[in-house]
């Protein structure tokens, strides 16, 4: 399957791609918004494939950046509109990038930044089969009232993929109560979910974001977990 998407890539350090690991960027930035976070990851998983797309369309309030859908505020539903229409073209880019690796769901995480989170939530829990983790951070769960029906994701043990939010306390774009509504949703469609609150951070990643969501991707993939270096901010 081909795909339309493109954007920069960090090949495994190994040489031969054992996991795929692919960044969903925020709104209004592109693809290499989140690559170098893959470069950082590469000392823990030395044999994935860090891959970050660009957003298929021009992002209305940015042109200089994308978007994986217009952010308006103007009509009810329109993340949910958004995220049903932008879905297939991520679908398609993954199973391209699979098949390109000769991998299989398991290898696969799906991490999100901002929009690129409701994306990966929406994307990642209603695959055909299970990633090996989706982690998000300083998102949005959108549709929570469809997760019930939608939500099919599993792997072979029956199980859903593991997830991780991540949220600032002082997140002035996406307030953190976002984390909380989205914890409790997942929890009400009996999908556990880990969460981290990072006190005092706007909307961004920090150096704790970083190590908690590397560690948390290597124990996905059923790798030894990482031990933590000195910690280095990211806003």
């Known amino acids: 399957m081909t795909s339309t998407l493109t954007g920069p890539r960090v090949a495994p350090k190994s040489g031969v791609a054992k996991q795929l690991v692919v960044f969903l960027h925020g709104y209004g930035a592109d693809g290499n918004d989140l690559i170098e976070i893959g470069k950082q990851w590469q000392r823990w998983l030395p044999d994935a494939l860090f891959i970050s797309p660009h ?8 042109p200089s950046g994308r978007q994986w859908f217009p952010l308006t505020n103007r009509e009810p539903g329109e993340r949910w509109k958004g995220v049903v229409a932008a879905r297939p073209a991520v679908d398609a880019f993954l199973d391209a990038e699979l098949a390109a690796s000769n991998l299989d769901e398991s290898k696969l995480a799906i991490v999100g930044f901002s929009q690129g989170t409701m994306m990966a939530l929406h994307v990642g829990l209603r695959r055909k089969r299970a990633p090996a983790a989706i982690l998000g951070f300083s998102g949005v769960l959108v549709g929570a009232e469809h997760l019930e029906t939608e939500a099919t994701a599993r792997n072979e043990r029956g199980e859903t993929p593991p997830i991780l939010l991540f949220h ?51 124990k996905s993939f059923g790798l030894p977990t990482p031990e933590r270096p000195q910690q280095r901010g990211r806003r």
């Open 55 to 62: 957003a298929p369309e021009r992002c209305t309030m940015s």
């Open 168 to 218: 600032g306390s002082s997140d002035e774009v996406i307030p953190v109560d976002a984390l909380f509504q989205a914890t409790d949703d997942l929890a009400k469609a009996n999908i556990p979910v880990q969460w981290h609150l990072s006190a005092g951070l706007g909307h961004g990643i920090d150096g704790e974001g970083l190590i908690q969501g590397g560690q948390f991707l290597a």
